[in-house]
């Protein structure tokens, strides 16, 4: 018997074992974004289908911002487009609070105890899972060894904010197509904002203090703001307000960034030798501290979940557990490799030598996700919980406003006090008219 022919028997006798009985001809419409984890499993859509012939998928792949409009309008109307979204850890306890998406029920062959905790627990609302964690991530820098050691320069497991400003320099050959680092400059509460939150949070900053009154005219936030810009106007390349976490990956992986500081799912992508030209330079460290601040770190799951005006909600699920399942992670490895699983989910993924010989990231990943405290994600206490984002429901607007403000400060288009002051304007006005404090 063949390992793909075990694996798709396993994934039947899953879904059979779950008392999922997959409807005939329904067609589950899937809004997915367009990172590179979402594309293959999108090529791998015939295997399902192998195993489910009642089932047919349609996918609606989206940039990240028009991928969190879209479906955020959907659920709030219970439009009904889609049967399955794919959504992260901020708007699952919000939505799931508000039975804006069905809750879970997995078989005991999917193994919800295997999930990372701290995983399992953002997607849940008091104990019940209400989405499936596709892959998970925290931050880290990665950057060229070659590079740096050219420079004469050595990169820390726990680098500080002004080693990076050094190393950016250092590395920062223009001439040659070279940029010291590259860094999210995108608007978008998802794109710049995640980066700008966590690196705030690095410096000392807050979005809000205990009385939920915000902080943006605060020195911590000043200074966050200006190291960004200055180092982004330096050291980053030609157009880096346009660039998100897609941009930037493509930009690294052709040898046009010494650094980059983002999301730590990257690391497959830019050590794959058959998608990066820099593959076998790559190193890796925590992300970045300031001194009296915290690690820019973050927690983020890219889950599946399922909203409640979906009319297909057990075929739904039946693809939500093969898409999600230690199945599907073999699958992967079978077809391309283990550097090519979905990472950042599941325990037993870093206790499986066969993963961990060619994923030299494994043990900092695994430890940058364990160490990310969305919970208490400042120095000082505040009164909401999210490392790079607010777990609030009207953060998604104010932080896309104010991701817009801070990307026209990279430009030069505003000054980082002007931004500021703007921020700290719109942040105030919005939640006086959402009634806080509550």
């Known amino acids: 018997m063949t390992t793909t022919f075990r694996i ?16 005939q001809d329904v067609t589950l419409t899937v809004a997915t974004v367009n990172n590179g984890d979402m594309i293959r499993m999108q090529g791998l859509t015939g295997e399902f289908e192998a195993v489910h012939p009642g089932i047919k998928i349609e996918w609606v792949t989206l940039e990240e911002n028009v991928l969190r409009e879209k479906v955020t309008t959907d659920i709030a109307t ?43 627990e953002a997607l849940s609302v008091d104990g019940t899972l209400y989405a499936a964690p596709f892959y998970g991530e925290s931050a880290m820098v990665m950057y060229r060894t070659d590079l740096m050691e ?16 050094q190393a950016a320099e250092a590395m920062h050959d223009p001439d040659n197509g070279v940029f010291g680092i590259c860094l999210r400059g995108k608007a978008g509460w998802g ?19 205990a009385e939920w009154v915000p902080q943006f005219d605060q020195p911590a936030w000043n200074a966050a703001m200006s190291y960004y810009v200055d180092i982004m106007t330096n050291y980053g390349p030609p157009g880096a307000s346009t660039n998100g976490f897609n941009e930037n990956l493509a930009l690294f992986q052709t040898g046009k960034c010494g650094m980059w500081y983002d999301a730590t799912v990257a690391a497959g992508f830019v050590t794959d030798p058959d998608d990066s030209t820099v593959a076998d330079k790559v190193g890796f ?9 915290q690690k820019a770190n973050w927690l983020w799951a890219w889950s599946l979940a399922i909203p409640a005006s979906s009319e297909n909600p057990e075929a739904a699920q039946t693809f939500i557990e093969w898409a999600t399942s230690k199945g599907y992670t073999e699958l992967v490895a079978e077809k391309e490799g283990w550097l090519a699983v979905p990472p950042g989910t599941r325990t037993s993924l870093y206790g499986n030598p066969e993963y961990t010989k060619v994923a030299p990231f494994a043990e ?5 996700i364990n160490s990310a405290n969305p919970g208490s994600p400042t120095v000082d206490e505040v009164p909401y ?9 009207e953060f998604q607007g104010i932080a896309t406003t104010i991701g817009q403000l801070f990307s026209a400060a990279v430009t030069g288009q505003t000054s980082v006090e002007e931004a500021l002051t703007a921020a700290q304007a719109t942040a105030t006005r919005e939640m006086r008219r959402a009634g806080y404090p509550k």
Not at 385 to 393: D, R
């Open 385 to 393: 919980v999210g490392a790079q984002y607010v777990a609030i429901p």
């Open 191 to 209: 794109e710049n904002m995640a980066l700008l939150t966590s690196m705030a949070n690095s410096f000392g900053g807050k979005w809000f203090d």
């Open 150 to 165: 050219a420079a004469g320069l050595e990169m820390p497991e726990e680098p500080t904010w002004d080693f990076i400003r």
């Open 78 to 120: 219970n439009g009904g487009q889609y049967d399955v979204m794919t959504i992260g850890t901020y708007e699952v306890p919000i939505w799931g609070r508000q039975d804006w998406l069905k809750p879970l029920e997995m078989s005991a062959e999917y193994d919800v105890d295997d999930l990372l905790p701290a995983i399992r």
């Open 8 to 23: 798709l028997m396993g994934a039947t006798a899953l879904c059979a074992s779950a008392g999922i009985a997959a409807a």
């Open 285 to 293: 460290a925590q992300a970045p501290s300031a001194e009296g601040g």
């Open 364 to 368: 900092m990943t695994l430890a940058a």
